[in-house]
Protein backbone atom coordinates (compact mmCIF):
# COMPACT_ATOMS: atom_id res chain seq x y z
CA UNK A 1 0.00 0.00 0.00
CA UNK A 2 1.27 3.31 -1.15
CA UNK A 3 0.09 7.20 -0.41
CA UNK A 4 0.77 7.81 -4.57
CA UNK A 5 0.12 6.40 -7.44
CA UNK A 6 3.02 3.94 -9.12
CA UNK A 7 3.14 6.83 -12.10
CA UNK A 8 3.72 9.42 -9.31
CA UNK A 9 7.29 9.75 -7.60
CA UNK A 10 7.12 10.92 -4.23
CA UNK A 11 10.44 12.46 -4.26
CA UNK A 12 9.51 14.65 -7.56
CA UNK A 13 6.45 16.56 -5.53
CA UNK A 14 7.48 19.88 -4.44
CA UNK A 15 7.69 20.43 -0.59
CA UNK A 16 5.14 23.02 0.77
CA UNK A 17 7.58 25.97 2.62
CA UNK A 18 6.81 25.68 5.94
CA UNK A 19 6.35 28.75 7.35
CA UNK A 20 6.13 28.44 11.46
CA UNK A 21 4.33 27.26 13.94
CA UNK A 22 2.63 27.96 17.60
CA UNK A 23 3.34 26.04 20.48
CA UNK A 24 0.92 25.66 23.53
CA UNK A 25 2.70 25.78 27.06
CA UNK A 26 3.98 22.65 28.30
CA UNK A 27 2.52 21.17 31.38
CA UNK A 28 2.24 17.44 33.10
CA UNK A 29 -1.10 17.53 32.02
CA UNK A 30 -0.91 18.11 28.24
CA UNK A 31 -0.23 14.31 27.98
CA UNK A 32 -3.58 13.56 28.74
CA UNK A 33 -6.57 13.43 27.16
CA UNK A 34 -8.09 16.98 26.20
CA UNK A 35 -5.35 18.64 24.57
CA UNK A 36 -6.13 18.30 20.78
CA UNK A 37 -6.38 21.26 18.72
CA UNK A 38 -9.35 20.19 17.05
CA UNK A 39 -10.27 23.27 15.16
CA UNK A 40 -8.67 26.83 13.68
CA UNK A 41 -10.45 29.40 12.39
CA UNK A 42 -9.30 32.83 10.05
CA UNK A 43 -11.46 35.56 11.07
CA UNK A 44 -13.36 37.02 7.23
CA UNK A 45 -11.57 40.28 7.68
CA UNK A 46 -7.96 38.39 8.11
CA UNK A 47 -7.53 40.11 11.08
CA UNK A 48 -7.59 37.25 13.70
CA UNK A 49 -6.27 33.66 13.66
CA UNK A 50 -7.84 31.35 16.58
CA UNK A 51 -7.55 27.95 17.74
CA UNK A 52 -8.79 25.63 20.41
CA UNK A 53 -5.58 25.21 22.64
CA UNK A 54 -6.73 21.80 24.41
CA UNK A 55 -7.61 21.79 27.64
CA UNK A 56 -10.99 24.73 27.42
CA UNK A 57 -8.51 27.02 25.95
CA UNK A 58 -9.14 29.21 22.91
CA UNK A 59 -6.33 31.72 21.79
CA UNK A 60 -7.39 34.96 19.56
CA UNK A 61 -4.34 36.44 17.76
CA UNK A 62 -4.16 39.34 15.77
CA UNK A 63 -3.59 37.69 12.31
CA UNK A 64 -0.91 40.52 11.28
CA UNK A 65 1.32 39.95 14.63
CA UNK A 66 1.39 36.23 14.00
CA UNK A 67 3.08 36.95 10.29
CA UNK A 68 5.07 39.38 11.59
CA UNK A 69 6.83 36.56 14.27
CA UNK A 70 6.90 34.47 11.37
CA UNK A 71 9.11 36.73 9.89
CA UNK A 72 6.40 36.87 6.73
CA UNK A 73 6.07 40.68 6.62
CA UNK A 74 3.06 42.81 7.06
CA UNK A 75 0.08 41.27 5.81
CA UNK A 76 1.96 38.29 4.66
CA UNK A 77 2.32 39.87 1.21
CA UNK A 78 6.24 38.75 1.03
CA UNK A 79 8.73 36.74 2.86
CA UNK A 80 11.51 38.40 4.85
CA UNK A 81 13.66 35.72 6.02
CA UNK A 82 14.17 32.28 5.02
CA UNK A 83 14.01 30.35 8.14
CA UNK A 84 10.89 29.67 9.99
CA UNK A 85 9.93 31.05 13.30
CA UNK A 86 8.81 29.18 16.43
CA UNK A 87 6.35 30.83 18.77
CA UNK A 88 5.18 29.65 22.23
CA UNK A 89 2.13 31.63 23.18
CA UNK A 90 1.24 32.13 26.42
CA UNK A 91 -1.29 34.34 28.40
CA UNK A 92 -1.80 37.80 27.79
CA UNK A 93 0.08 40.13 29.89
CA UNK A 94 -3.08 41.12 31.64
CA UNK A 95 -3.63 43.94 29.18
CA UNK A 96 -1.31 46.32 30.69
CA UNK A 97 0.47 47.14 27.71
CA UNK A 98 -0.63 50.38 26.07
CA UNK A 99 -2.77 49.88 22.25
CA UNK A 100 -3.73 51.98 20.05
CA UNK A 101 -7.43 51.86 19.89
CA UNK A 102 -8.07 50.35 16.76
CA UNK A 103 -5.11 47.66 16.95
CA UNK A 104 -6.20 44.14 17.52
CA UNK A 105 -5.48 42.51 21.01
CA UNK A 106 -4.57 39.19 21.90
CA UNK A 107 -7.07 37.23 24.40
CA UNK A 108 -7.07 34.06 26.06
CA UNK A 109 -10.33 32.82 26.59
CA UNK A 110 -11.37 29.69 29.14
CA UNK A 111 -14.22 28.37 28.18
CA UNK A 112 -15.07 25.98 31.04
CA UNK A 113 -15.06 22.32 28.94
CA UNK A 114 -13.37 21.32 25.82
CA UNK A 115 -13.80 23.26 23.29
CA UNK A 116 -14.48 21.28 19.83
CA UNK A 117 -15.83 23.66 17.35
CA UNK A 118 -14.69 27.27 16.56
CA UNK A 119 -16.32 30.32 13.97
CA UNK A 120 -15.75 33.77 13.30
CA UNK A 121 -19.07 35.58 12.70
CA UNK A 122 -19.45 38.87 11.51
CA UNK A 123 -22.85 41.19 10.88
CA UNK A 124 -23.89 43.17 8.15
CA UNK A 125 -26.27 45.54 9.48
CA UNK A 126 -28.46 45.38 6.65
CA UNK A 127 -29.46 41.90 6.80
CA UNK A 128 -32.10 41.99 9.68
CA UNK A 129 -33.46 38.98 12.13
CA UNK A 130 -36.13 37.02 11.64
CA UNK A 131 -38.11 37.58 13.96
CA UNK A 132 -40.09 40.70 13.75
CA UNK A 133 -39.79 42.07 17.71
CA UNK A 134 -36.74 43.24 16.95
CA UNK A 135 -37.27 46.27 19.41
CA UNK A 136 -36.76 44.04 22.22
CA UNK A 137 -33.45 42.90 21.04
CA UNK A 138 -30.38 42.41 23.51
CA UNK A 139 -27.76 43.12 21.45
CA UNK A 140 -27.41 45.74 18.21
CA UNK A 141 -24.96 44.48 16.31
CA UNK A 142 -22.32 46.74 14.53
CA UNK A 143 -20.72 46.98 11.15
CA UNK A 144 -17.88 46.44 12.78
CA UNK A 145 -18.59 43.23 15.28
CA UNK A 146 -16.64 40.39 15.13
CA UNK A 147 -17.97 37.29 17.02
CA UNK A 148 -16.42 33.86 18.17
CA UNK A 149 -18.65 31.09 18.61
CA UNK A 150 -17.10 27.90 20.14
CA UNK A 151 -19.02 24.54 20.59
CA UNK A 152 -18.12 22.69 24.15
CA UNK A 153 -18.10 18.99 24.92
CA UNK A 154 -20.99 19.39 27.75
CA UNK A 155 -23.36 20.40 24.35
CA UNK A 156 -22.91 24.24 25.25
CA UNK A 157 -22.07 27.15 22.50
CA UNK A 158 -20.64 30.49 23.75
CA UNK A 159 -20.46 33.91 22.16
CA UNK A 160 -17.47 35.94 22.40
CA UNK A 161 -16.53 39.41 21.32
CA UNK A 162 -13.44 38.93 19.50
CA UNK A 163 -12.53 42.72 20.33
CA UNK A 164 -12.67 42.19 23.84
CA UNK A 165 -13.14 38.55 24.53
CA UNK A 166 -16.42 39.11 26.66
CA UNK A 167 -18.68 36.58 26.62
CA UNK A 168 -22.12 37.76 25.15
CA UNK A 169 -24.14 34.71 24.80
CA UNK A 170 -24.10 31.02 26.08
CA UNK A 171 -26.34 28.59 24.05
CA UNK A 172 -28.07 25.64 25.32
CA UNK A 173 -30.19 22.79 23.88
CA UNK A 174 -27.74 20.46 22.50
CA UNK A 175 -27.51 17.17 24.55
CA UNK A 176 -24.01 16.33 23.44
CA UNK A 177 -20.90 17.67 22.06
CA UNK A 178 -21.42 20.20 19.71
CA UNK A 179 -18.73 19.26 16.88
CA UNK A 180 -18.52 21.65 14.50
CA UNK A 181 -19.95 25.19 14.21
CA UNK A 182 -20.45 27.46 11.01
CA UNK A 183 -21.67 31.08 10.21
CA UNK A 184 -23.88 32.07 7.02
CA UNK A 185 -21.15 34.24 5.02
CA UNK A 186 -23.94 36.69 4.31
CA UNK A 187 -23.57 38.73 7.51
CA UNK A 188 -26.67 37.81 8.78
CA UNK A 189 -25.53 36.04 12.13
CA UNK A 190 -27.38 32.92 11.63
CA UNK A 191 -25.23 30.19 13.41
CA UNK A 192 -25.45 26.25 12.71
CA UNK A 193 -24.22 23.66 15.42
CA UNK A 194 -23.34 20.05 14.43
CA UNK A 195 -23.81 17.69 17.11
CA UNK A 196 -23.29 14.27 18.26
CA UNK A 197 -26.75 14.56 19.49
CA UNK A 198 -27.27 13.62 15.53
CA UNK A 199 -28.74 17.03 15.28
CA UNK A 200 -28.15 20.52 13.34
CA UNK A 201 -29.20 23.37 15.40
CA UNK A 202 -29.97 27.20 13.56
CA UNK A 203 -29.37 30.14 15.56
CA UNK A 204 -30.20 33.64 15.00
CA UNK A 205 -27.83 35.74 16.91
CA UNK A 206 -29.49 39.10 15.55
CA UNK A 207 -32.42 37.32 17.82
CA UNK A 208 -30.29 37.45 21.22
CA UNK A 209 -29.15 33.42 20.22
CA UNK A 210 -32.62 32.26 20.17
CA UNK A 211 -32.94 28.82 17.81
CA UNK A 212 -34.84 29.04 14.96
CA UNK A 213 -34.52 25.19 13.55
CA UNK A 214 -33.63 21.56 14.70
CA UNK A 215 -32.59 19.95 11.36
CA UNK A 216 -32.64 15.77 11.64
CA UNK A 217 -32.08 13.56 9.33
CA UNK A 218 -28.73 11.73 10.70
CA UNK A 219 -28.87 8.52 12.22
CA UNK A 220 -25.47 9.55 13.97
CA UNK A 221 -23.03 11.46 15.40
CA UNK A 222 -22.76 14.54 12.78
CA UNK A 223 -18.81 15.96 12.55
CA UNK A 224 -19.15 19.21 9.83
CA UNK A 225 -21.47 21.56 8.33
CA UNK A 226 -21.01 24.61 5.76
CA UNK A 227 -22.54 27.41 4.29
CA UNK A 228 -22.24 27.84 0.51
CA UNK A 229 -21.19 31.42 -0.43
CA UNK A 230 -24.92 32.48 -0.44
CA UNK A 231 -25.63 31.39 2.30
CA UNK A 232 -28.96 29.58 0.78
CA UNK A 233 -27.17 25.89 0.66
CA UNK A 234 -26.06 23.59 4.04
CA UNK A 235 -23.80 21.08 3.49
CA UNK A 236 -23.61 18.62 6.61
CA UNK A 237 -21.77 15.46 7.14
CA UNK A 238 -20.89 13.02 9.77
CA UNK A 239 -20.92 9.41 11.44
CA UNK A 240 -22.25 7.90 7.77
CA UNK A 241 -21.71 7.27 4.04
CA UNK A 242 -24.23 10.36 2.87
CA UNK A 243 -23.41 13.93 2.45
CA UNK A 244 -26.92 15.75 3.52
CA UNK A 245 -28.02 19.04 1.48
CA UNK A 246 -30.09 21.31 3.27
CA UNK A 247 -32.19 24.01 1.64
CA UNK A 248 -31.65 27.04 4.37
CA UNK A 249 -34.72 29.27 2.81
CA UNK A 250 -37.27 26.94 4.03
CA UNK A 251 -34.89 24.65 6.71
CA UNK A 252 -35.68 21.55 4.18
CA UNK A 253 -33.52 18.67 2.81
CA UNK A 254 -32.48 18.84 -0.83
CA UNK A 255 -30.96 15.49 -1.42
CA UNK A 256 -28.22 13.12 -0.07
CA UNK A 257 -25.27 12.26 -2.34
CA UNK A 258 -23.82 9.16 -2.18
CA UNK A 259 -20.25 8.00 -3.13
CA UNK A 260 -18.21 7.53 0.16
CA UNK A 261 -17.71 3.91 1.85
CA UNK A 262 -16.80 5.19 5.15
CA UNK A 263 -18.09 8.19 7.80
CA UNK A 264 -17.14 11.53 6.20
CA UNK A 265 -15.75 13.87 8.49
CA UNK A 266 -15.13 17.60 6.63
CA UNK A 267 -16.49 19.21 4.54
CA UNK A 268 -16.46 22.48 2.28
CA UNK A 269 -17.80 24.77 -0.72
CA UNK A 270 -15.47 26.28 -3.07
CA UNK A 271 -15.73 30.22 -2.50
CA UNK A 272 -17.67 31.01 -6.15
CA UNK A 273 -19.90 28.02 -4.69
CA UNK A 274 -19.93 25.97 -8.02
CA UNK A 275 -17.76 22.89 -6.19
CA UNK A 276 -18.77 21.00 -2.75
CA UNK A 277 -15.17 19.03 -1.31
CA UNK A 278 -15.95 16.15 0.95
CA UNK A 279 -13.04 14.21 3.67
CA UNK A 280 -13.63 10.62 4.55
CA UNK A 281 -12.18 7.65 6.33
CA UNK A 282 -12.39 6.20 3.04
CA UNK A 283 -9.36 7.44 2.02
CA UNK A 284 -10.66 9.93 -0.66
CA UNK A 285 -11.24 13.35 -1.05
CA UNK A 286 -14.64 14.12 -3.15
CA UNK A 287 -15.05 17.25 -5.49
CA UNK A 288 -19.14 16.97 -6.52
CA UNK A 289 -21.02 19.52 -8.54
CA UNK A 290 -23.67 19.13 -5.51
CA UNK A 291 -26.24 21.13 -8.48
CA UNK A 292 -26.03 18.11 -10.00
CA UNK A 293 -25.22 15.60 -7.48
CA UNK A 294 -22.36 13.99 -9.93
CA UNK A 295 -18.82 13.24 -8.53
CA UNK A 296 -16.41 15.36 -10.80
CA UNK A 297 -12.91 14.77 -8.58
CA UNK A 298 -11.66 12.02 -6.42
CA UNK A 299 -8.24 12.33 -4.49
CA UNK A 300 -6.74 9.40 -3.01
CA UNK A 301 -4.98 9.04 -0.42
CA UNK A 302 -3.99 4.78 -0.60
CA UNK A 303 -2.83 3.25 -3.38
CA UNK A 304 -3.90 0.96 -4.96
CA UNK A 305 -7.45 1.97 -3.71
CA UNK A 306 -9.66 0.05 -1.18
CA UNK A 307 -12.56 -1.77 -2.24
CA UNK A 308 -16.10 -0.17 -0.80
CA UNK A 309 -15.40 -3.22 1.63
CA UNK A 310 -12.19 -2.73 2.92
CA UNK A 311 -12.70 1.46 2.72
CA UNK A 312 -15.29 1.05 5.61
CA UNK A 313 -12.67 -0.56 8.00
CA UNK A 314 -9.80 1.11 9.60
CA UNK A 315 -6.31 2.00 8.42
CA UNK A 316 -3.90 4.61 8.20
CA UNK A 317 -5.14 6.98 5.93
CA UNK A 318 -8.23 8.30 7.15
CA UNK A 319 -8.82 11.93 5.53
CA UNK A 320 -9.43 13.86 8.67
CA UNK A 321 -10.08 17.30 6.99
CA UNK A 322 -10.42 18.86 3.48
CA UNK A 323 -10.25 23.25 2.83
CA UNK A 324 -10.85 24.93 -0.50
CA UNK A 325 -8.04 27.66 -1.45
CA UNK A 326 -9.79 31.28 -2.40
CA UNK A 327 -8.17 30.39 -5.89
CA UNK A 328 -10.39 27.46 -6.08
CA UNK A 329 -7.67 26.05 -8.14
CA UNK A 330 -6.37 24.06 -4.67
CA UNK A 331 -7.39 21.94 -2.25
CA UNK A 332 -5.35 20.71 0.77
CA UNK A 333 -6.46 17.63 3.23
CA UNK A 334 -4.87 16.28 5.87
CA UNK A 335 -4.40 12.08 6.15
CA UNK A 336 -3.26 9.85 8.87
CA UNK A 337 -0.53 8.93 7.26
CA UNK A 338 1.23 12.01 8.15
CA UNK A 339 1.38 14.13 5.37
CA UNK A 340 -0.41 17.29 4.49
CA UNK A 341 -1.23 17.48 0.37
CA UNK A 342 -1.92 20.50 -1.42
CA UNK A 343 -3.88 19.55 -4.99
CA UNK A 344 -4.67 21.69 -7.98
CA UNK A 345 -8.03 21.28 -9.25
CA UNK A 346 -6.40 20.24 -12.72
CA UNK A 347 -4.42 17.13 -11.52
CA UNK A 348 -4.97 13.98 -9.21
CA UNK A 349 -2.13 14.32 -8.26
CA UNK A 350 -0.50 16.53 -5.06
CA UNK A 351 1.25 19.47 -6.23
CA UNK A 352 3.43 19.76 -3.13
CA UNK A 353 3.23 18.27 0.48
CA UNK A 354 4.42 18.55 4.11
CA UNK A 355 4.74 16.50 6.99
CA UNK A 356 2.78 16.49 9.94
CA UNK A 357 2.44 14.25 13.06
CA UNK A 358 -0.97 13.96 13.84
CA UNK A 359 -2.73 16.32 12.10
CA UNK A 360 -7.02 17.24 12.98
CA UNK A 361 -7.94 19.76 11.50
CA UNK A 362 -6.87 22.86 8.70
CA UNK A 363 -8.31 26.42 7.47
CA UNK A 364 -6.99 28.60 4.92
CA UNK A 365 -6.42 31.96 5.51
CA UNK A 366 -8.47 34.41 4.20
CA UNK A 367 -5.72 35.60 1.66
CA UNK A 368 -5.69 32.23 0.58
CA UNK A 369 -1.63 32.18 0.87
CA UNK A 370 -1.75 30.38 4.35
CA UNK A 371 -2.23 27.22 5.57
CA UNK A 372 -3.14 26.51 8.82
CA UNK A 373 -3.64 22.60 10.60
CA UNK A 374 -4.16 22.02 13.98
CA UNK A 375 -2.64 18.87 15.63
CA UNK A 376 -3.35 16.32 18.41
CA UNK A 377 -1.04 17.90 20.56
CA UNK A 378 -2.78 21.42 20.21
CA UNK A 379 -0.22 22.77 17.92
CA UNK A 380 -0.72 24.57 15.22
CA UNK A 381 1.95 24.48 11.61
CA UNK A 382 1.80 27.20 8.99
CA UNK A 383 2.36 26.07 5.10
CA UNK A 384 2.65 28.90 2.31
CA UNK A 385 0.09 27.82 -0.33
CA UNK A 386 1.55 26.93 -3.80
CA UNK A 387 1.73 29.94 -5.90
CA UNK A 388 0.01 30.10 -9.10
CA UNK A 389 -1.60 33.13 -11.39
CA UNK A 390 -4.92 32.77 -11.91
CA UNK A 391 -5.88 32.75 -15.69
CA UNK A 392 -8.85 35.27 -16.74
CA UNK A 393 -10.73 33.10 -17.76
CA UNK A 394 -11.02 31.03 -14.27
CA UNK A 395 -11.31 34.41 -12.80
CA UNK A 396 -14.20 34.66 -15.33
CA UNK A 397 -15.45 31.59 -14.48
CA UNK A 398 -15.35 31.89 -11.20
CA UNK A 399 -17.41 35.61 -11.10
CA UNK A 400 -19.83 33.78 -13.28
CA UNK A 401 -20.43 30.62 -10.72
CA UNK A 402 -21.27 32.67 -7.93
CA UNK A 403 -24.37 34.35 -9.51
CA UNK A 404 -25.36 30.64 -12.16
CA UNK A 405 -25.83 27.19 -10.96
CA UNK A 406 -24.84 24.32 -12.99
CA UNK A 407 -28.14 24.03 -15.12
CA UNK A 408 -28.39 27.75 -15.81
CA UNK A 409 -25.14 27.70 -17.19
CA UNK A 410 -26.01 24.25 -19.34
CA UNK A 411 -29.11 26.32 -20.67
CA UNK A 412 -26.60 29.10 -22.31
CA UNK A 413 -26.71 29.43 -25.64
CA UNK A 414 -22.50 28.72 -25.99
CA UNK A 415 -20.45 25.96 -27.56
CA UNK A 416 -20.00 22.81 -25.57
CA UNK A 417 -16.56 22.85 -24.96
CA UNK A 418 -17.46 26.16 -23.35
CA UNK A 419 -19.99 25.25 -20.97
CA UNK A 420 -18.64 22.06 -19.66
CA UNK A 421 -15.37 24.45 -18.93
CA UNK A 422 -17.77 26.65 -16.98
CA UNK A 423 -19.51 23.16 -15.30
CA UNK A 424 -16.06 22.36 -14.08
CA UNK A 425 -16.56 19.09 -16.00
CA UNK A 426 -12.56 20.04 -17.36
CA UNK A 427 -11.52 18.79 -14.24
Known sequence: MASFPDSVNEHDIAKAKFIGELLVPVAPFDQKSGHEAWTVAFAPNGSYFAWSQGHRIVKLIPWTKCLKNFSMGHGGEGTNASSPRHSSWQSSNGGQAILVATEPREHTIDCGDIVWGLAFGSSVPEKHSRCVNIEWHRFKFGQDQLLLATGLNNGRIKIWDVYTGKLLLNLMDHSDVVRDLTFAPDGSLMLVSASRDKTLRVWDLKDDGNMVKVLRGHQNWVYCSAFSPDSSILCS???????????????????????????????????????????????????????????????????????????????????????????????????????????????????????????????????????????????????????????????????????????????????????????????
Open 237 to 427: VGAGKAVFLWNMDKYTLIRKLEGHHNDVVSCEFSPDGALLATASYDTRVIVWDHHKATVLLELGHLFPPPSPIFAGGANDRWVRAVSFCRDVCHIASIADDRLVRFWSTEERAPQAIASISNGLCCAFSAEGNVLAAGTRDGSVHFWECPRSISTLQHMCRMALRRVMTTQQVEALAIPMPLRDYLAYKVI
